[in-house]
């Protein structure tokens, strides 16, 4: 019998709010109330997303995103800063009793990476998963993925470059030492690389997310229903932005 | 004293430490562990922090204080280790 999980597409949001959505999902399934769920979304303004165990003010210049109108959010996930700007970011929620979820924490993302592999595999991109947790095409990095475990579920959500601009990027994050800037920028370029860069023409968000879908379905041999968040993970949602992702308590702890 | 270190574990993710310690008998004050490693469950690094106030600042001492927290309290790295932690630690000292 086919599984069907759900699949939501929430568009373009705020730091705060997509960090939110992502974590109240993750609680909803934990309590049973909603099926895996394979969300796929956008940051509207631009933002960066730090890992849970990052200095906000060793990674992110905060005036020139004040600035630039770019947002900042600390996320439940450890990892690094990354500058969500032209990307689809994905983010899966599934129990962590589930068969498909390898128990040992690196085989699994190896395995929800295979999903994204697939996925670019029908934008006609060959990609692989080089560990920690990064999905590489010829050489360089086109993803980067981060999981969390908590009251018995797994959330990993991670980014689908479409389009990079390392300089804006550099504008915003901090980088250790001022004098070897330029040369950590062109090792960021030689690094980095994008959907756009590869396939040499513009690709837009529906056509990266279409292609996701089908390689969360063919990985995991499941079905999607196209859904909705449900009344309980809105308002948690509402309460963790509130509480949690919006404060300086949150975003500046570390 | 306070002092810090930025340390990449080989093959795993950058470390960096901030230290506050007596110099008089080489004993931690407070210790902040940030870096863009993984760790499960993720409240296991402000238990660490808080288990090595009190600690003497030697590699010995440390690596095997680390240890036990982390094999006590089932903690799982991913690019980071008591290896690393301790090695970090100890380059805030002069």
Redesign the interface.
Known sequence: MTEYWRLLQTGYDTASSNMAIDKAILIANSTGQVPPTVRLYGWDPPAISI?????LR?EIDIKTCERLGVGYVRR??????VFHDKELTYSLVIPESHPEIPKN??KSYGRICGAIIKGLGHLGIQSDYVP??DIVAGGKKISGN?????VGAVLQHGTILMDVDVDKMFSVLKV?NEKIKDKLISDVKQRVTSLRHILDREVDFEEVASAIKRGFQEEFHVKFMEGTLSQNERSLAKEFEKECFSTVEWNHR? | MRSQS?YKIPQ???L?I?LEYDEQSNVIRSI???????????EA?ELIENKLIGALIDQENLQKKISTIIRENNI?F??LNAEGLTKGILMCKP
């Open positions: 890992g849970y165990f990052q200095s060793d439940i996930t450890g990892g690094g800063a924490i690196m920690i947790n981060a999981q969390t475990r908590k250790p570390r | 930025t795993g993710k950058l960096k901030s902040r562990i940030t870096g863009d490693f993984f760790a499960y469950p993720e690094v799982q991913i690019g």
